[in-house]
């Protein structure tokens, strides 16, 4: 009796083991996992806006529900946006609420639709930006 206690312990301790190691590895992939999906997430939301006032480094647009915010570009870029084009802007779907107006956050790209929007700035949206 006591040398089957002796064999049968060790087996289930060594068995409890080798469950957790592979539990632990099996929680590590997916969380690895998961934050690649996080970061492969950049461009995961569009948005359709129009352009309000071109600064050195950031655009102050209204998007065509009617909600103002900010999109940070690149110096490169600067010669090519112009007040009253609609745009679409692809961004990881994340947003600062804690500027006025609110940031984009991870911009991939940002394509010109049209070069005169159909859409009518108001002006108090155009005030509102040139607070700023």
Aim: include cysteine; hydrophobic fraction near 40%.
């Amino acid at each position: 009796m006591k040398r089957k206690l002796l064999i049968i312990v060790p087996l289930i301790i060594i068995t409890i083991i080798v469950v957790s190691i592979i539990a632990s590895i099996m929680i590590y992939e997916s969380s690895n996992t998961l934050i690649g999906y996080i970061d492969d997430r950049n461009m995961s939301s569009v948005c359709r806006a129009i352009v309000v006032k071109v600064n050195k480094k950031s655009l102050g647009v209204i998007k065509t529900y009617g909600f103002p915010c900010k999109v940070n570009y690149s110096e490169a870029d600067n010669e090519k946006f112009r007040k009253g084009q609609q745009i679409m802007i692809y961004y990881s779907g994340y947003t600062t609420i804690d500027t006025n107006p609110p940031l984009l956050i991870d911009v991939g790209k940002i394509v010109i639709e049209k070069e005169t929007s159909d859409i009518e700035i108001s002006d108090d949206i155009i005030r509102f930006f040139d607070s700023f």
